[in-house]
């Protein structure tokens, strides 16, 4: 691709040795995400960035279209998301959960919380069963 077709990508910038640069700004400081062999390469990382950021207007490929990522990075800070894609290993940390031995240890994790959950006796979303007594606070009654 040539230069003037980084422009397409936001987050992208053309190095002088061909590779593609990813940057996003956090805070209003620019956060460099790294150096890339493609403009797809970078893109990404801008947008793998974003999402963890949850600016979803300011993607390069819309959100939607991959709604399982949105579910991994929840699993994790922002600053290990940003060190994993920093560091190459987010795209093999995604394919692995992505995998059907990911997804059943998943699900049984989630099916063993429910089975303690029922056996404990806890009830409602949260699992509270007590009564919530409403408090004063400032003289104002809350709750």
Not at 25 to 39: A, D, F, H, I, Q
Not at 100 to 127: H, K, P, V, W, Y
């Amino acid at each position: 691709m040539e230069e003037g077709q980084a422009q397409i990508f936001r987050g992208v910038v053309p190095k002088k040795n061909g590779n593609w640069g990813a940057q996003v700004s956090v805070n209003r400081k620019p956060l460099w995400l790294g150096t890339y062999e493609t403009v797809v390469e970078a893109a990404n990382a801008y947008d793998r960035a974003n999402l963890k950021l949850r600016r979803l207007s300011a993607l390069n490929i819309p959100w939607y279209d991959r709604p399982q990522e949105i579910e991994f990075q929840s699993m994790y800070p922002f600053a290990t998301v940003i060190s994993m894609i920093k560091n190459g290993t987010y795209t093999q940390n995604y394919a692995y959960f992505m995998t059907d031995e990911a997804i059943l240890a998943r699900n049984q994790c989630l099916a063993g919380a429910r089975n303690r959950q029922q056996s404990s006796g806890e009830t409602g979303i949260s699992g509270v069963t007590e009564v919530h007594n409403p408090v004063k606070l400032f003289s104002v009654r809350i709750g």
